[in-house]
């Protein structure tokens, strides 16, 4: 398996390959959809995704310019993502919008499962490949690869990764592209990548 790029979006900036592409001097409030204007991209229904969606479809602006998706299939790339917090910023306030407001609000409700970005990825690409989404306590590199393994076992020609996290705490997404080709992705490189090193 073989690593084509790598991106990681954070608030203090946009990483390609570990490299520094941009540096977010933005609002704190509004970085994210301040980094969305800038990409030049558009894409109303960026405006009605969670953060979790909108981190991974920035993720993949960013990435794309690294990689040819045009060489597969549609059925050919896979995705497998994962956080530590599913989607719970985005539940709670679903649960608010019935318990103190009596009226349950069906645009949240469908961002209340996390796996919702990996939908937001292929509907954007037209991808009908397999996909997934783990809850981990962390970034785990090691879990990453086995993953990848098997997902080339059942037919996967390329691999579209990522940990994308959206909480009270912390937003990031860090994004990784695989093709099944002669290479050698190691849990130290993968790390290192998540890392910024």
Request: with cysteine; glycine share 4%; hydrophobic share 35%.
């Amino acid at each position: 398996m073989k690593l084509i790029a790598s991106c990681k979006i954070n608030k203090t900036g946009v990483y390609l390959n570990s490299q520094l592409i941009s540096r977010n001097d933005l609002s704190e409030s509004n970085w994210i959809t301040e980094l969305y204007y800038d990409s030049n991209k558009e894409y109303p229904k960026f405006h009605k995704m969670d953060n979790l969606a909108k981190l991974a479809f920035l993720g993949f602006l960013f990435l794309e310019k690294k990689i040819n998706i045009n060489n597969y299939k549609d059925d050919e790339i896979s995705l497998i993502f994962s956080n530590a917090s599913s989607s719970k910023t985005n539940d709670l306030k679903y649960i608010n919008t019935y318990t103190n407001k009596g009226n349950p609000s069906p645009s949240l409700f469908v961002y209340t499962l996390p796996n919702i970005l990996t939908g937001e990825l292929a509907i954007l690409n037209k991808w009908y490949g397999e996909n997934i989404f783990f809850i981990q306590q962390k970034f785990d590199p090691k879990f990453y690869i086995e993953q990848i393994k098997f997902y080339f076992s059942k037919g996967a020609k390329a691999i579209l990764a990522g940990w994308v996290e959206s909480n009270d705490k912390n937003e990031e997404c860090f994004l990784f592209f695989i093709e099944k080709k002669e290479g050698k992705l190691t849990i130290e490189k993968l790390n290192k990548l998540y890392q910024n090193e």
